[in-house]
């Protein structure tokens, strides 16, 4: 079934969903960061992607995308859904109410030992999200927590279906209810969740107030689900035409390029990170490949 898709304005040329540019053509490049030199694969495979992890797990529900309208400038665009998923949550019988009165540090704790939403998509794909969740086995009555990356309505557009979740939506946090607690998150002080589960402050994209979070523990390494710090894998020439501070952003793509394994962005597929020894005598640098496959094409993918 055919669905008319809502559109925003870019000022670049827009790229489709398997990351390509519509207009160009150009292949992603490695490029030094740090001490090494970094390439890009990206993973195959169709939503939902699994990847396993101890104590949490990663679940890509829905693929970003950017599409031309064919109009001037048009884009049709929505963001990437990811669930994260504690791997002590499957054996709880019953959900535990939040402790009243805690410090920010706690409820947040407390809200990730639950199914953790990391943005939610567009009001437009809200029976696509509900769906994907269900095939997770996961009802929106059974998240604790939303992420909202920025706050863009292609990447929150569906937190109504959460009244019960925390919610971290930029820096902002509040309980259901809509009490509001300061936690201090900042570049230099990220916000941990859990074992291996922190919220990083990566400004940029959308201004000062943009978070990532970034899982450590899974079978592919850490996992940074960083919304549109990076838009698709091989952005490098059309990313800063959408930031509102390229040079905050361009700082916090190499932070996520120096730790993640795999990065989640905003509109495209999961693409692997990796790290190269700097040869300064190598004829130059190789181009982004497919990479290998997660969800049903490689069952070793799955917990």
């Not at 031309?68 to 994260?84: H, K, M, R």
């Amino acid at each position: 079934m055919s669905v008319d898709l809502p559109c925003k304005r870019s000022k670049a040329g827009a790229e489709d969903v398997e990351g390509r540019a519509v207009s160009g053509g150009k292949k992603a490049r490695s490029f030094p960061v740090m001490s090494g030199l970094v390439r890009t694969e990206r993973l195959r495979g169709n939503p939902p992607l699994r990847v396993p992890g101890d104590p949490y797990s990663v679940v890509v529900l829905l693929q970003g995308y950017a599409e031309p309208e064919g109009v001037g400038d048009a884009v049709c665009a929505d963001g990437s859904v990811t669930l994260v998923l504690p791997q002590a949550w499957g054996q709880a019988s019953h959900r535990e109410p939040p402790p009243e009165g805690g410090k920010a540090k706690t409820m947040l704790e407390e809200a990730a030992r639950g199914p953790i939403l990391v943005d939610t998509g567009g009001p437009w794909s809200r029976e696509a999200l509900l769906g994907a969740l269900a095939g997770q086995g996961v009802a929106p009555a059974d998240v604790t927590l939303v992420v909202g990356t920025h706050g863009h309505s292609d990447h929150i557009g569906n937190l109504g279906l959460f009244p019960g979740a925390a919610l971290l939506v930029s820096h902002d946090f509040c309980l259901p209810g809509g009490r509001y607690l300061p936690h201090g998150l900042g570049e230099e002080q990220p916000l941990q969740l859990g074992p291996g589960l922190e919220v990083w402050a990566t400004p940029g994209h959308g201004g000062q107030r943009d978070v990532s979070v970034v899982v450590a523990g899974t079978t592919l390494g850490t996992v940074a689900v960083v919304g549109d710090v990076f838009e698709r894998d091989g952005d490098e020439d059309s990313w800063q035409a959408m930031s509102e501070d390229p040079v905050a952003q361009e700082r916090s793509r190499k932070r996520v390029l120096g730790t993640a394994d795999v990065v989640v962005p905003g509109h495209g597929a999961p693409f692997k990170v990796v790290r190269e020894a700097w040869n300064p005598e190598a004829k130059g640098p190789g181009n982004s490949r497919q990479g290998p496959m997660v969800g049903n094409e490689d069952p070793t993918m799955h917990g």
